[in-house]
């Protein structure tokens, strides 16, 4: 009987996940981040219903230019509230292969397959962090190839890292 129930009730739970998935809070995120002459930085726009929510932009002295990706990704996420639906488009391939390596890193204890340790393991906890509470899809898109947020998103950076 009690797996009867099981049965019965498994496919009402996955169709319920589904209906409150659909009404979570949609956002589209733009990220990008760029080193230029040992000035990093970091930018997003957050768009929701076709319309810039937010903007915003940070500086680093002497990052990675991956550092920067992913500190725009961090900062992003945690402009956004938990439990809502984002696509995120970024120009970095890096960030999103990264990411897909993370489930792997953190079996081993945060730690490639041979022991060597990970570049930007700080942020990537946090990426996994933010990512554990969020509805998140990555999306790649091409750099300076007229996408109008990521455009934005680029030009933050320049601002950004000359101070203005």
């Known amino acids: 009987m009690g797996n009867e129930a099981g049965a019965i009730l498994k496919p009402i739970q996955a169709i319920i996940q ?3 998935r659909f009404f979570l809070p949609r956002f589209e995120v733009y990220t990008d981040g760029s080193v230029k ?7 997003y726009v957050i768009v929701r219903r076709n319309r810039v929510l937010r903007e915003c932009s940070g500086a680093s002295l002497k990052p990675t230019n991956n550092q920067m990706e992913f500190q725009a990704a961090i900062e992003a996420l945690s402009s ?9 488009y970024t120009d970095s391939r890096v960030l999103i292969e990264t990411l897909q390596k993370v489930p792997e890193w953190k079996a081993l204890g945060w730690v490639k397959s041979r022991g060597q340790p990970i ?10 962090l ?11 898109v091409k750099a300076h190839s007229g996408i109008k947020h990521n455009e934005r998103c680029d030009m933050l950076c320049i601002q950004a890292r000359s101070g203005s």
């Open 37 to 43: 002459n040992g000035r990093g930085s970091w930018a």
């Open 130 to 140: 933010l990512l554990s509470m969020r509805d998140v899809r990555w999306k790649w």
């Open 119 to 128: 570049p930007q393991v700080n942020q990537l906890k946090q990426l996994d």
């Open 80 to 88: 956004l509230p938990e439990k809502s639906r984002i696509e995120i």
């Open 18 to 20: 589904k209906a409150r």
